[in-house]
């Protein structure tokens, strides 16, 4: 589906730029990788990712906390981002918006289809802190299995060869 309207590409260009400005830049990101997960979890949150790291860190500790909290953090921004495109400029940063959340369908796909508990999946791997995580938690717990449909990674019925 198309967007109608006028594309606002200079505005969003700028606020985008703004934003980029608060990432954390490759000196600082340098430093990071040098410690440890617990110290890094603490460095984050110092660099503007406090409300995300205390949101995780009541239950979880390290690379864990630190992985949630900036998937958290990236789903805020994206959303963001969407909301000051207009027009055909949607549509194009919509397509790579839509990036992520194909990689949360396989996730979803990968935990039914190895037998996941839904505890397992909504604490570690799609927390449920994360109100865009919801859709596919209700996926989860909706899902029994994946059906096989008799077809091989090509698509072709095994009948057919």
Request: glycine fraction near 6%.
């Amino acid at each position: 589906m198309a967007s109608s309207g006028k594309s606002n590409i200079f505005n969003a260009a700028a606020r985008a730029k703004a934003r980029k400005a608060s990432l954390i830049d490759s000196t600082r990101m340098r430093q990071l990788l040098q410690q440890g997960p617990d110290s890094i979890g603490a460095s984050i949150g110092e660099l503007g990712y406090r409300a995300e790291m205390d949101l995780y860190s009541s239950r979880m500790s390290g690379a864990d906390a630190v992985e949630a909290a900036l998937f958290h953090n990236l789903d805020n921004d994206l959303a963001e981002v969407m909301k000051f495109c207009q027009g055909h400029l949607r549509d194009l940063v919509a397509i790579y918006v839509e990036r992520f959340d194909y990689e949360k369908a396989k996730t979803v796909l990968r935990a039914v289809n190895g037998g996941a508990s839904d505890e397992m999946i909504e604490a570690q791997i799609l927390p449920s802190e994360n109100p865009r995580n919801a859709v596919w938690l209700n996926i989860i717990r909706n899902t029994e299995g994946l059906e096989s449909h008799d077809r091989n990674s090509l698509g072709k019925s095994n009948e057919e060869d």
